[in-house]
């Protein structure tokens, strides 16, 4: 199975920008289609963004289309999401998340196989 190591979390300032990396390990990057969600305090986790297996096509959740952007370099087995503009309500734990299966674009958690551990954004007003 494939291991998913986030990275890149911390505090940042409404409108700044941070950058989230997600390194697998195990099994090649390529072989999934990758997402990244988020929980907030609180709050069920939600779908940020997912990018197929060859880069083709992206998706994002509505509140965070234009101002996040998700990209993967296989070579590396590293999968990233630039935030830029956050807002407070950006404020999460921010997890990386692989699928196995044939469908792009899926949003439900359970759709995926494999989870990191989280890294923690906190955006302060």
């Known amino acids: 199975q494939v291991q998913l190591v986030e990275s890149g979390g911390g505090l940042v300032q409404a409108g700044g920008s941070l950058g989230l990396s997600c390194a697998a390990s195990g099994r090649p990057l390529s072989w999934y289609e990758m997402g990244w969600f988020r929980q907030a305090p609180g709050k069920e986790r939600e779908f940020v963004a997912q990018?197929?297996?060859?880069?083709?096509?992206?998706y994002y959740a509505d509140s965070v289309k234009g101002r996040f952007t998700i990209s993967r370099d296989n070579g590396k087995n590293t999968v990233y999401l630039q935030m830029n503009t956050v807002k407070p309500e950006d404020t999460a734990v921010y997890y990386c998340?692989?699928?196995?299966?044939?469908?792009?674009?899926?949003?439900?958690?359970?759709?995926?196989?494999?989870w990191g551990q989280g890294t923690q954004v906190t955006v302060a007003s």
């Open positions: 998340a692989a699928d196995s299966g044939l469908v792009a674009g899926l949003r439900a958690p359970d759709e995926y196989d494999y």
């Open positions: 990018i197929t297996r060859d880069s083709t096509r992206t």
